[in-house]
């Protein structure tokens, strides 16, 4: 039934309100989510470097007990439309603002979630030419949990807690765009080639859709401005040109023997 009464949003990038669309989902309808939203940066921490993160249709200023009341209100309506035993994995990043430090835990602690696991994602940038703390090169994606999840396989497991994977480098219309292998690792390890829902309320240019349409899953994509939501439509419509990003990840995602048979072949029965 819920199933059902997703229909209209499924396979769809719909423009709107994160919050206000979400409240319009039935209740456990989606099997797995996937994003990253606006970091509330303020508009003014940038250099020559870096530049300024300044998104279309959103504002990025908002009060930081605003903002995380705002993030604990989203992430619950997609605890309730998330299905027993599902997953959302949560991209974001630890913030510095006049000397205070804003962690992601802060406010993910008081939602309905389970977080998993901390996942570090080791963006591998430039190294740093200012002096104020060492580069931060990492953001953290948690793996937050409706109920337990199913056990990972060992092809997916030994991808290790820290991914290295590079910033996307095209699609430059979106000041933050996901490389294609973050959603592409979390799709194909969660759902492997099982039928499945995958939500991103923040879609940006579509990265997490285009991934799970490559993957043959469905998908509902949010986002609030109408020129990143004609963007993503058109990713979207030429997804098959990205088909080799997928294929490369996907083939790391393999194993020659679990270590339950290398344990039986005696691979372990000496101290080395």
Same mark, same amino acid.
Not at 1 to 10: I, K, V
Not at 48 to 64: H, R
Not at 228 to 248: F, G, I, P, S
């Given at each position: 039934?819920? !199933?059902?009464?997703?229909?209209?949003?499924?396979d769809k990038v719909i423009c709107g309100d994160a919050l206000q669309v979400l409240s319009e989902l039935p209740d456990e309808c989606i099997d797995l989510g996937i994003t990253s939203p606006p970091y509330n940066k303020k508009h003014k921490h940038g250099g020559?470097?870096?530049?300024?993160?300044? +998104?279309?249709?959103?504002?990025?200023?908002?009060?930081?007990e605003a903002y995380q009341a705002w993030q604990i209100q989203v992430l619950n309506e997609? +605890?309730?439309i998330t299905k027993e035993g599902g997953s959302f994995f949560y991209n974001h990043k630890v913030r510095y603002e006049n000397g205070k430090m804003f962690h992601p835990i802060e406010w993910l602690l008081k939602t309905k979630w389970t977080v998993w696991q901390e996942i570090i994602w080791h963006r591998r940038i430039a190294g740093n030419i200012r002096g104020w703390r060492f580069w931060q090169v990492e953001e953290r994606i948690y793996w937050l949990v409706k109920g337990k999840p199913? =056990?990972?396989?060992?092809?997916?497991?030994?991808? $290790?807690?820290?991914? =290295?994977i590079r910033p !996307?480098?095209?699609?430059?219309?979106?000041?933050?765009?996901?490389?294609l292998e973050l959603p592409t690792r979390i799709i194909y390890a969660i759902l492997e080639d099982r039928p499945g829902t995958v939500i991103d309320p923040f879609c940006g240019?579509?990265? $997490?859709?285009?991934?799970?349409?490559?993957?043959?899953?469905? +998908?509902v994509g949010i !986002?609030?401005?109408? =020129?990143?939501?004609? +963007?993503? =439509?058109?990713?979207? @419509?030429? @997804?098959?040109?990205?088909?080799?990003?997928?294929?490369?990840?996907?083939?790391?995602?393999?194993v020659e023997l679990t270590f339950r048979e290398r344990k039986a072949r005696g691979y372990w029965a000496e101290k080395r």
């Open positions: 039934m819920n !199933e059902l009464a997703l229909t209209p949003y499924l020559w470097l870096v530049p300024k993160v300044v +998104y279309k249709g959103a504002t990025d200023v908002l009060p930081e997609l +605890y309730r199913t =056990e990972l396989k060992p092809q997916h497991a030994k991808l $290790t807690s820290v991914w =290295e !996307e480098r095209a699609h430059k219309d979106h000041p933050a765009v996901f490389p240019t579509g990265t $997490t859709l285009v991934a799970a349409k490559l993957l043959d899953k469905n +998908y !986002e609030i401005s109408p =020129e990143y939501v004609a +963007y993503a =439509e058109q990713r979207l @419509a030429q @997804a098959h040109t990205e088909k080799a990003t997928v294929h490369k990840e996907i083939a790391l995602h393999s």
